[in-house]
């Protein structure tokens, strides 16, 4: 009787936690489709007949600034996850597989990476930004955004990496591959739920930054949609159908890529759980 209780519990804890997680997103999906008044009088309340206006909805996707703000943020999300599992799978490679005299130091510097934050380091961001002519462009947020998750990336693959048996990169190098034929067709591909984890970690941060956006690429078209949607925003009056509706269309990339690499992701986070 004692483990169905505890199975029971377990699961009754998990599906708490769910929906306390999923509560603020379906608020904000069912509001976006609700008429202004119905917002505020009944905010916990589904769309109904009665209450139901898309007039944010047409707002949002007849603005073609908006299009120009989701382009963005697509591709400094695409860049930063590209850049990032490329670059922090290979410097994990060369600090697991290679042993120098500065290994164990640079890991180290590496991890502080991963408890410093890096808006500590704003102001001189800035400054380095400014000095490469960078500002409002997009690539100066994919290689900030690239430094801020690249310790992290390293730190879990790097762990994989671990868990590969020596004896096939042994085997390649008898059969006379090239170091970079090892790691491209031998390594890498075993490293696809490390990655996928990565990937998803990289990318919910990346995709719902507010801060660097607005220090780094505030004008000029560049603005990415999280800092986009801020238009909407006004001292005296706020377009609360637009904001919603632009939201709710924001949480749409991170579903589509959790679909896409879910089993991954799970197969990431539970290796070595069991033997």
């Given at each position: 009787m004692?483990?169905p ?5 377990v699961?009754a804890?998990?599906?708490a936690y769910?929906?306390?997680a ?6 904000v999906i069912?509001?976006?489709f609700?008429?202004?008044?119905a917002?505020f009088?009944t905010?916990l309340t589904p ?10 909805y047409f707002?949002?996707?007849?603005d073609s600034?908006i299009?120009?703000?989701?382009m ?7 860049g ?11 410097a ?8 120098f ?5 640079l890991?180290i510097?590496?991890?502080?990476g991963?408890m ?5 380091g704003s102001?001189?961001?800035?400054q380095?930004?400014?000095?490469l002519n960078?500002i409002?462009?997009?690539?100066a947020?994919v290689?900030v ?12 693959l790097?762990e994989?990496i671990?868990?590969i ?6 085997a390649?190098?008898?059969d006379g591959l090239?170091?970079?034929?090892i790691?491209?067709?031998i390594?890498l591909?075993l490293l696809r739920p490390a990655?996928?984890t990565?990937a998803v970690?990289?990318m ?6 507010l801060?660097?956006?607005l220090?780094?690429?505030p004008?000029?078209g ?10 909407f ?12 509706a ?6 749409i990339?991170?579903l589509v890529?959790y ?5 991954q992701?799970?197969?990431?986070l539970t290796s070595?759980?069991?033997?």
């Amino acid at each position: 009787m004692r483990k169905p209780v505890s199975t029971f519990a377990v699961h009754a804890i998990l599906t708490a936690y769910t929906a306390l997680a999923l509560f603020p997103i379906i608020l904000v999906i069912m509001n976006s489709f609700k008429a202004k008044r119905a917002i505020f009088n009944t905010p916990l309340t589904p769309p109904m007949p009665w209450n139901v206006d898309p007039i944010g909805y047409f707002k949002v996707f007849g603005d073609s600034a908006i299009t120009t703000y989701y382009m963005n943020s697509i591709t400094v999300t695409g860049g930063t996850i590209f850049f990032t599992l490329l670059f922090g799978a290979m410097a994990a490679w060369a600090l697991t597989e290679y042993k120098f005299r500065w290994n164990t130091p640079l890991a180290i510097f590496l991890s502080i990476g991963i408890m410093v934050p890096i808006r500590l380091g704003s102001v001189s961001i800035i400054q380095l930004v400014s000095d490469l002519n960078l500002i409002n462009t997009l690539t100066a947020l994919v290689l900030v955004y690239v430094a801020q998750n690249l310790p992290l990336a390293i730190f879990i693959l790097s762990e994989f990496i671990q868990q590969i048996p020596r004896d096939l990169r042994e085997a390649g190098r008898c059969d006379g591959l090239s170091e970079y034929n090892i790691f491209f067709y031998i390594i890498l591909p075993l490293l696809r739920p490390a990655m996928a984890t990565v990937a998803v970690f990289t990318m919910i941060p990346v995709w719902n930054d507010l801060w660097f956006p607005l220090l780094l690429a505030p004008t000029g078209g560049k603005q990415t949609i999280t800092l986009g949607v801020q238009q909407f925003l006004g001292q005296y009056i706020t377009d609360w159908n637009a904001v919603l509706a632009a939201l709710s269309t924001a949480i749409i990339p991170v579903l589509v890529l959790y679909v896409i690499f879910s089993r991954q992701l799970i197969r990431g986070l539970t290796s070595g759980a069991v033997k």
